[in-house]
T-cell receptor, first 111, second 116 residues
Framework: GQQLNQSPQSMFIQEGEDVSMNCTSSSIFNTWLWYKQDPGEGPVLLIALYKAGELTSNGRLTAQFGITRKDSFLNISASIPSDVGIYFCAGSPNTGNQFYFGTGTSLTVIP | GAGVSQSPSNKVTEKGKDVELRCDPISGHTALYWYRQSLGQGLEFLIYFQGNSAPDKSGLPSDRFSAERTGGSVSTLTIQRTQQEDSAVYLC??????????????FGPGTRLTVT
């Protein structure tokens, strides 16, 4: 199935630094979701986006729905050790029945 | 309230055997999804149920895979004549299907399937 292009594939950062990652698609999407997955667990929803240009925050996390509707961005400010994990984007081109997931960004925070 | 639950958490089976994986969605959620996640990979969509509508089976990789959802709640994913390439974590998610945030999917912990 289709997968989104998510970058970077991995990041190693110092605690306190800001993080940016993004997803791009060849198709227009109507919904973007961002998830975090810890080892051995299911993904946990972080932020949902429904409108082009929408900017939504959840604590230190901010995500944006690109105005072209073909991309989305996730920023984490002032990273802490518990931010470690794999971050996935997911997008749907239709009314929500099929979501395509990015390949994930593995984040390592060095104390 | 309770989240999405899946059982078993781990399943080891011999090649050629059939397996059934179960998902209990969040109460009241009308939409239910099954995904497959291979080691170090993203999630691969398998099937989607919404209310009483016909399921979207477009992601099922072969006719050995099937799923049903009884009474609009519990779902079972069945893999017949398992192959080694079926080894993966199978994740179930549910979403409200209506209201202001209809498509926000909440995931279960997954079932790790190993085919020997």
């Amino acid at each position: 199935g289709q997968q989104l292009n998510q970058s970077p594939q991995s990041m190693f950062i110092q605690e306190g630094e800001d993080v940016s990652m993004n997803c791009t698609s060849s198709s227009i999407f109507n919904t973007w979701l961002w998830y975090k997955q810890d080892p051995g667990e299911g993904p946990v929803l972080l932020i949902a986006l429904y409108k082009a240009g929408e900017l939504t925050s959840n604590g230190r996390l901010t995500a944006q729905f690109g105005i072209t509707r073909k991309d989305s961005f996730l920023n984490i400010s002032a990273s802490i050790p518990s931010d470690v994990g794999i971050y996935f984007c997911a997008g749907s081109p239709n009314t929500g029945n099929q979501f395509y997931f990015g390949t994930g960004t593995s984040l390592t925070v060095i104390p | 309230g309770a989240g999405v639950s899946q059982s078993p958490s781990n399943k080891v089976t011999e090649k050629g055997k059939d397996v059934e994986l179960r998902c209990d969605p969040i109460s009241g959620h009308t939409a239910l999804y099954w995904y497959r996640q291979s080691l170090g990979q993203g999630l691969e969509f398998l099937i989607y149920f919404q209310g009483n509508s016909a399921p979207d089976k477009s992601g099922l990789p072969s006719d050995r895979f099937s799923a049903e959802r009884t009474g609009g709640s519990v779902s079972t994913l069945t893999i017949q004549r398992t192959q080694q390439e079926d080894s993966a974590v199978y994740l179930c998610a549910s979403s409200p299907g209506w209201g202001p945030n209809p498509y926000e999917q909440y995931f279960g912990p997954g079932t790790r399937l190993t085919v020997t």
